[in-house]
């Protein structure tokens, strides 16, 4: 791999292999996009008009919303060679600590953009942690997010007492609580992500050292990419994406709480897995990601509107994740 490649300053050349993998990309996204509508389909014969209706769809894209922020971060991460298992954790921290009386009451004084900013902070500082520790302490991805998991879940909850805490500043509730052409604001907020995460992941430098270090960490290094920075930022991006749910998630309920994100990163790494992001790094998509989000939220939501159990939604997840690994390893062994 050329230094001008990784660093912007030439346009990288169009090989062979690249044209296959850029060919099998379109054809999974196809894939996708027909596995969302056959479930569209399923959710019509099995629960009719309760699907189709416009509040249900407005509320499967509100659901998609928090989580999908989430996955667009976990895709930078992951394309970049990494893994973090503390997003959950991270969101419910970050919404705790927002709703804190303390940070509601500076809200009163200088605006609502104190919890949203809070928020944010809090998540970037945990990302922030996460990437120092695994770039510069060489702790592996896995057990150092591991220990964030717990630490960022005991904190919120030692912050809140265990008690959901309510959020009662009515300039949050009345700006991310607005519903736009009877649209919640989230929804624009996760439109905005996914374009803005295409955009970085794809047609900017940082995009380009993120596949560079994922595809091939020394040699990204011999190219003269500071790896470790890189890294850093990759986690801090992911950590400033979980912020952001954070806020997502107390707008639509209103509350903050040490329960919040539970799960979240098996949400959110199955989302980017399913969208075909490699989890071994170098390859990524961001409209994959959104994709496998849809498929997820709109297979809870069917299942839901039968009244089948959260169990079977779990049963169901798992082997959904498990084709999607095998479908990965066949799709990633002919682009080579």
Same mark, same amino acid.
């Not at 791999?1 to 990784?6: A, C, Y």
């Not at 629960?47 to 509040?55: E, K, L, P, Q, V």
């Not at 895709?75 to 997003?87: A, E, K, N, R």
């Not at 839901?304 to 169990?311: D, E, M």
């Given at each position: 791999?050329?230094?001008?490649?990784?660093t912007?300053s030439?346009?990288?050349?169009?090989?062979?292999?690249e044209?296959?993998?850029?060919?099998?990309?379109?054809?999974?996204?196809?894939?996708?996009?027909?596995?969302?509508?056959?479930?569209c389909?399923?959710?019509?014969?099995?629960?009719?008009?309760?699907?189709?209706?416009?509040?249900?769809?407005?509320?499967?894209l509100?659901?998609?919303?928090?989580?999908g922020?989430?996955?667009?971060g976990?895709?930078?991460?992951?394309?970049?060679?990494?893994?973090?298992?503390?997003?959950?954790?991270?969101?419910?921290l970050?919404?705790?600590?927002?709703?804190t009386?303390g940070?509601?009451?500076?809200?009163?004084?200088?605006?609502?953009?104190?919890? /949203?900013?809070?928020?944010?902070?809090?998540?970037?500082?945990?990302?922030?942690?996460?990437?120092?520790?695994?770039?510069?302490?060489?702790? !592996?991805?896995?057990?150092?997010t591991?220990?964030m998991?717990?630490?960022a879940?005991?904190?919120?909850?030692?912050?809140?007492?265990?008690?959901?805490?309510?959020?009662?500043?009515?300039?949050?509730?009345?700006?991310?609580?607005?519903?736009?052409?009877?649209?919640? /604001?989230?929804?624009?907020l996760?439109a905005? /992500?996914?374009?803005?995460?295409?955009?970085l992941l794809?047609?900017?430098?940082f995009?380009?050292?993120?596949?560079?270090?994922g595809?091939?960490?020394?040699a990204?290094r011999?190219?003269?990419?500071? !790896?470790?920075r890189?890294?850093?930022?990759l986690y801090?991006?992911?950590?400033a994406?979980?912020?952001?749910?954070?806020?997502?998630l107390?707008?639509?309920?209103?509350?903050?709480?040490?329960?919040?994100g539970?799960?979240?990163?098996l949400?959110?790494?199955?989302?980017v897995?399913?969208?075909?992001?490699?989890?071994?790094g170098?390859?990524?998509?961001?409209?994959?990601?959104?994709?496998g989000?849809l498929?997820?939220t709109?297979?809870?939501?069917?299942f839901?509107?039968?009244?089948?159990?959260?169990?079977v939604?779990?049963?169901?997840?798992?082997v959904?994740? /498990? !084709?999607?690994?095998?479908?990965?390893?066949r799709l990633a062994?002919?682009?080579?």
């Open positions: 791999m050329s230094t001008s490649s990784v912007g030439a346009q990288p050349t169009t090989a062979g292999p044209k296959r993998a850029r060919s099998l990309g379109v054809a999974r996204n196809l894939g996708l996009v027909v596995a969302l509508a056959l479930l389909v399923v959710g019509l014969v099995t629960a009719g008009d309760r699907f189709a209706s416009t509040d249900n769809v407005i509320t499967v509100s659901l998609a919303s928090a989580i922020v989430v996955a667009i976990m895709t930078f991460v992951i394309t970049g060679g990494g893994i973090d298992l503390s997003v959950g954790a991270i969101v419910a970050a919404s705790v600590w927002a709703s009386t940070t509601q009451a500076m809200a009163e004084d200088v605006g609502w953009i104190v919890i /949203v900013t809070t928020a944010i902070g809090v998540g970037i500082a945990c990302g922030v942690i996460n990437g120092v520790l695994i770039a510069y302490g060489k702790i !592996v991805p896995f057990i150092a591991l220990a998991l717990a630490s879940r005991g904190l919120a909850e030692i912050i809140a007492d265990r008690k959901t805490q309510i959020i009662r500043d009515q300039g949050f509730r009345d700006a991310l609580g607005a519903r736009p052409f009877g649209i919640p /604001v989230i929804v624009f996760f905005i /992500v996914v374009v803005a995460g295409w955009f794809n047609r900017t430098t995009g380009r050292r993120t596949f560079a270090v595809g091939n960490t020394e990204a011999l190219a003269g990419i500071k !790896v470790q890189h890294t850093v930022y801090a991006l992911l950590g994406t979980c912020g952001l749910a954070a806020v997502m107390m707008s639509r309920t209103q509350t903050g709480s040490s329960t919040h539970l799960m979240w990163e949400d959110a790494i199955a989302a897995v399913i969208g075909g992001t490699l989890l071994s170098g390859r990524g998509t961001v409209v994959g990601t959104l994709l989000v498929i997820f709109t297979l809870t939501n069917v839901t509107l039968n009244n089948l159990s959260t169990s939604q779990a049963v169901a997840k798992g959904i994740i /498990v !084709v999607a690994v095998l479908l990965q390893q062994n002919r682009s080579t």
